[in-house]
């Protein structure tokens, strides 16, 4: 299943912030450069480099890998929650479910 942009808009923001889980898949999917609704490893390295982390190549294949439970080597909709699990133990992002 791809992952679903609902018309929710994510603003400039310090990324010591809180941010919804629906607020973080909007950021994630502007990432989704050939928009086939899925984020490939390099889409989520691009991400990870854009707010300023170290080491985004292992960062990212370890990502996908967390997050990957089908083994695709994608991130779709049905496993966008390991990434948020992910994105708070690793890169230090606060997403809450709201």
Do not use: H, P
Request: glycine residues 6%.
């Amino acid at each position: 299943m791809a992952i679903k942009n609902n018309a929710v808009r994510v603003t400039a923001r310090s990324w010591d912030d809180e941010m919804t889980t629906e607020e973080f898949k909007v950021w994630l999917k502007s990432f989704d450069t050939n928009k086939d609704g899925r984020i490939s490893r390099d889409e989520l390295r691009r991400a990870i480099r854009s707010i300023r982390v170290r080491f985004s190549g292992w960062k990212s294949k370890r990502g996908v890998q967390y997050a990957d439970s089908n083994g695709d080597g994608f991130i779709d909709d049905d496993e966008i929650d390991n990434l948020v699990e992910f994105a708070q133990k690793n890169l230090g992002l606060k997403i809450v479910a709201y």
